[in-house]
Nanobody, 114 residues
Framework: QVQLVESGGGLVQAGGSLRLSCVVS????????MGWYRQAPGKERELVAS???????NYADFVKGRSAISRDNDKNTVYLQMNSLKPEDTAVYYC????????WGQGTQVTVSS
């Protein structure tokens, strides 16, 4: 059974930082495409950042320069370091793993106060 468990969300003031983690089990993690997505109330889910099995990364324009995605294949974990957070970054952040199938975590709430 594939499981993705996110953690690291919370309440932070604007300008602060958070590091999200997603631990994956039930799949060969090192082969998986990993992505962080977010969904704000009333909005569609959108890609924040992704990293493929070779370590190549991709970022949405709205986080470029202030976020970093990374993976630790020994720990089956993908991270999202977010800096200079803004109130508009408030959303539920989801981790996705994809290869032959697509799997999602339950999400972690990030709230940025002004």
């Amino acid at each position: 059974q594939v499981q993705l468990v996110e953690s690291g969300g919370g309440l932070v003031q604007a300008g602060g930082s958070l590091r999200l983690s997603c631990v994956v089990s039930g799949v060969t993690f090192r082969t998986m495409f990993m992505g962080w997505y977010r969904q704000a109330p009333g909005k569609e889910r959108e890609l924040v950042a992704s990293i493929n099995s070779r370590g190549n990364t991709n970022y949405a324009d709205f986080v470029k320069g202030r976020s970093a995605i990374s993976r630790d294949n020994d720990k089956n974990t993908v991270y999202l370091q977010m800096n200079s957070l803004k109130p508009e970054d408030t959303a539920v952040y989801y981790c996705k793993a994809a290869n032959w199938g697509e799997y999602w975590g339950q999400g972690t709430q990030v709230t940025v106060s002004s």
